[in-house]
């Protein structure tokens, strides 16, 4: 896709799939289901057989092993001015943090910040392990997401959307729904109005955020979300925000309400 969506005649392709869609535009009214609960599919449903099969098949846990495995170890791992591990103030991570990858983004109390599991995670290990950082879509990071989506895999992706969620909810729908880009496609018309169509060899998927990180084959190593948005934007010719910007996390916040109970996938394989 990658390569695809670099070449002039695949953006001459999506034009075309994008004047196809002028009159099917509708603006949704705040908080409407454009694709009903009981449609939602997981992008495994629309990948080729080949990446279905690797994801389905047991041997394919070897592929993203190296990072759950690093996660693990990186859990147990004693670091910074606490002198603790993970493990220390967390204790197992199956119990621990059992659910909490289905609940984010959601509003950070102390910050009243929208965070991600990834901020979360960046914001102990800043906060309470008194440990330098990682870095946004650092190999640390994306271990340790995955570790700590481990331990809610299959559990339904259910995220608040009221109190101080809401204003977010409601900027990332507006994104969600905004027609951007030399290209001037919205997420909308992809995702939600031309699932299950062909763009070349790929058939576009509902856009759903629930296998994140993933293992990328074109890239042969793990991705997050954030990543795989960022390069939604660029397909379509758009600005991209700088990586960690509250748009993105915005958009994440719609994305994971408009996933709600899809079960998490982990761990996840895309092409
Ligand atoms: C030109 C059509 C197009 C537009 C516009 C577009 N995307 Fe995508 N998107 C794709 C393609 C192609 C893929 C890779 C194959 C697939 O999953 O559909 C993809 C993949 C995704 C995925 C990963 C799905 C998975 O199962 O791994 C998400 C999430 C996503 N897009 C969200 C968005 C959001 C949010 C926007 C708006 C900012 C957007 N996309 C705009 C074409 C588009
Ligand atoms: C010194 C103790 C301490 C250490 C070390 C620590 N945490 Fe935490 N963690 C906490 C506390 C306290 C909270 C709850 C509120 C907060 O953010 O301060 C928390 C919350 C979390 C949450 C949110 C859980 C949920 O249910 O929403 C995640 C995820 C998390 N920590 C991951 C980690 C990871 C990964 C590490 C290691 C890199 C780590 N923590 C290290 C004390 C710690």
């Known amino acids: 896709m990658k390569r695809l969506l670099n070449s002039p005649l695949a953006s001459t392709a999506i034009m075309v799939l994008g004047l196809s869609l002028g009159g099917l535009f509708n603006s949704a009214s705040a908080q409407q289901r454009n694709i009903p609960l009981d449609q939602l599919k997981s992008g495994l449903a629309y990948s080729s057989d080949e990446v279905r099969g690797l994801q389905l098949d047991d041997d394919f846990s070897s592929l993203s092993a190296h990072g759950i495995d690093k996660g693990a170890q990186l859990w147990k791992q004693v670091a910074g001015n606490s002198n603790k591990s993970c493990?220390?103030?967390?204790?197992?991570?199956?119990?621990?943090?059992?659910?909490?990858?289905?609940?984010?983004?959601?509003?950070?109390?102390?910050?009243?910040?929208?965070?991600?599991?990834?901020?979360?995670?960046?914001?102990?290990?800043?906060?309470?392990?008194?440990?330098?950082?990682?870095?946004?879509?650092?190999?640390?990071?994306?271990?340790?997401?995955?570790?700590?989506?481990?331990?809610?895999?299959?559990?339904?992706?259910?995220?608040?959307?009221?109190?101080?969620?809401?204003?977010?909810?409601?900027?990332?729908?507006?994104?969600?729904?905004?027609?951007?880009?030399?290209?001037?496609?919205?997420?909308?018309?992809?995702?939600?109005?031309?699932?299950?169509?062909?763009?070349?060899?790929?058939?576009?998927?509902?856009?759903?955020?629930n296998a994140y990180p993933i293992y990328r084959l074109d890239w042969q190593y793990l991705a997050s979300l954030e990543r795989r948005l960022r390069f939604c934007y660029s397909s379509v010719r758009a600005e991209v925000p700088a990586w960690g910007h509250v748009d993105m996390r915005n958009i994440e916040l719609y994305l994971k309400w408009r996933a709600e109970g899809l079960p998490l996938e982990v761990p996840a394989v895309r092409k």
């Open 87 to 209: 493990e220390s103030c967390h204790g197992d991570v199956t119990e621990s943090m059992k659910g909490a990858s289905t609940r984010y983004p959601a509003i950070d109390k102390a910050t009243r910040k929208l965070f991600n599991l990834e901020d979360r995670i960046r914001s102990c290990r800043q906060k309470n392990q008194k440990a330098p950082n990682w870095a946004l879509e650092s190999d640390e990071l994306l271990a340790m997401s995955l570790h700590v989506n481990t331990a809610s895999k299959g559990m339904p992706i259910k995220v608040k959307i009221d109190g101080p969620a809401k204003q977010h909810f409601d900027a990332g729908e507006k994104l969600y729904m905004a027609r951007q880009g030399q290209l001037n496609l919205s997420c909308t018309q992809c995702h939600d109005q031309q699932y299950g169509r062909r763009l070349f060899n790929d058939k576009l998927s509902q856009g759903q955020p």
